[in-house]
């Protein structure tokens, strides 16, 4: 999983799979909140391609964790692997 500045950014489901094992939360990622793992919603573009766009900040614990553009979590729940 990429990782820069202590902040993990998933790009496949493969590290959607390790970021719910390192935050503790089910595989099916049901009920995070009950291991203190929250999202933020981080508005800019409906784009994946730079800084700026919109997505999801993910917090544990109250501190942030990692960071996903919507787009491509969508790509990831679509199958795609955005890491090749």
Do not use: A, N, S
């Given at each position: 999983m990429k990782q820069h500045k202590g902040m993990f950014?998933?790009?496949n489901q493969q590290d959607m799979q390790q970021l719910a094992v390192l935050l503790g939360v089910r595989d099916d990622w049901h009920e995070p909140d009950e291991q203190e793992v929250t999202a933020e919603p981080v508005d800019g573009s409906f784009d994946n391609a730079g800084s700026g766009d919109m997505g999801?900040?993910?917090l544990k614990d109250g501190k942030p964790v990692a960071f996903i553009h919507l787009a491509s979590l969508c790509a990831i729940a679509?199958?795609?692997d955005l890491a090749d």
């Open positions: 950014y998933p790009r999801l900040r993910i679509c199958g795609h």
